[in-house]
């Protein structure tokens, strides 16, 4: 009989092996942090120093979305967010579908529902135009 350690006895891998998990877990913590800021600060800015939720109109959104600086703060709270969401929840189906059938087409609706609302807040974002009549 071998060792237990001996190279003989050690397994072959017959695939390659990712980090993906591990590139997930590490993009949610720091997504996690980057949206505190940007929800924290964005919600500061607009209830504080702006003069409350009661001023936030059309005409508003069109004088903010003027910048460049607000267009980009905006679209990345919106892709941090959605893909920070996304992750988890697809962690979440990972965790608790056990048919490996089901967990293939909850993900499919996952992330078919992810891209929609990025490429629809996008093109929201990247269109507006402020002199609609």
């Not at 003989?8 to 590139?23: D, G, H, I, M, S």
């Not at 697809?90 to 293939?104: K, S």
């Not at 990247?126 to 002199?131: I, L």
């Amino acid at each position: 009989m071998e060792a237990p350690r001996s190279p003989q006895r050690r397994p072959v891998r017959t695939k390659a092996r990712t980090n993906f998990e591990l590139y997930a877990w590490l993009f949610m913590r720091v997504s996690g942090i980057l949206l505190v800021f940007l929800v924290l600060g964005h919600l500061f800015i607009m209830n504080i120093l702006d003069g409350g939720v009661q001023r936030i109109g059309f005409g508003f959104v069109a004088g903010r979305w003027a910048s460049p600086f607000w267009r980009t703060w905006d679209l990345l709270m919106l892709v941090l967010a959605e893909l920070h969401g996304t992750n988890g929840l697809r962690t979440v189906i990972n965790d608790y579908a056990e048919r490996p059938q089901t967990r293939f087409w909850l993900k499919m609706l996952l992330y078919v529902s992810a891209f929609l609302v990025i490429s629809l807040g996008s093109l929201v974002i990247f269109t507006f135009d402020p002199n609609i009549s």
